[in-house]
T-cell receptor, first 110, second 115 residues
Framework: KNEVEQSPQNLTAQEGEFITINCSYS?????LHWLQQHPGGGIVSLFM???GKKKHGRLIATINIQEKHSSLHITASHPRDSAVYIC????????????FGTGTLLAVQP | KAGVTQTPRYLIKTRGQQVTLSCSPI?????VSWYQQTPGQGLQFLFE???????NKGNFPGRFSGRQFSNSRSEMNVSTLELGDSALYLC??????????????FGPGTRLLVL
């Protein structure tokens, strides 16, 4: 069964803290996406990964293909980082669809 | 470049009615995907259109359908609405197909309420 699991479901941090959000998937994938959703619904694509590591500003995303695991890190967190972070994996082949994790609700307090 | 636009932004319908939602992708993007988001189920994939053809479909009943026009604009239709269809419907566009791992650009969504 193609599943995506995220942890933690909820996370509260103090401004400046280093944050890690984890995503695990069940079988081989073609690509993994990290998305950010602010209150009100708007979704922004942060990263697309098929291997290795990507960095954009204070955000870093890594993927370990052998362990079927990805992490999203936020360095020097800020209250504006408060949002829901969603992992999504694209299963190719017969499945051929994008499957989403349940999301991690992050609140960064000043 | 203008972003992905969706119309209408809000919609109220009653059970049994049908609804059509519209999505205009970013200029030059050929793939449009549709998603449903509910508090209980989270985000779920509905279908992807590329070059006017449905390329893949999620686990939704046949009441959910769509199409894509030659200018890449897409519409999604839900017939015989049920209360459980109340959700935020999002579309996203990308240059190439989902299978290619393309970055998705999401629209603001259409919030549908079925009474």
């Amino acid at each position: 069964k193609n599943e995506v699991e995220q942890s933690p479901q909820n996370l509260t941090a103090q401004e400046g803290e280093f944050i890690t959000i984890n995503c695990s998937y069940s079988v081989g994938i073609s690509a993994l996406h990290w998305l950010q959703q602010h209150p009100g619904g708007g979704i922004v694509s942060l990263f697309m990964l098929s291997s290795g590591k990507k960095k954009h500003g204070r955000l870093i995303a890594t993927i370990n293909i052998q362990e079927k695991h990805s992490s999203l890190h936020i360095t020097a967190s800020h209250p504006r980082d408060s949002a829901v972070y969603i992992c999504a994996v694209y299963y190719g082949g017969a499945t051929n669809k994008l499957i989403f994790g349940t999301g991690t609700l992050l609140a960064v307090q000043p | 470049k203008a972003g992905v636009t969706q119309t209408p932004r809000y919609l109220i319908k009653t059970r049994g009615q049908q609804v059509t939602l519209s999505c205009s992708p970013i200029s030059g993007h050929r793939s449009v995907s549709w998603y449903q988001q509910t508090p209980g189920q989270g985000l779920q994939f509905l279908f992807e259109y590329f070059s006017e053809t449905q390329r893949n479909k999620g686990n939704f009943p046949g009441r959910f359908s769509g199409r894509q026009f030659s200018n890449s604009r897409s519409e999604m239709n839900v017939s015989t609405l049920e209360l459980g269809d109340s959700a935020l419907y999002l579309c996203a566009s990308s240059l190439g197909r989902l299978a290619g791992g393309e970055t998705q650009y999401f629209g603001p969504g259409t919030r549908l309420l079925v009474l």
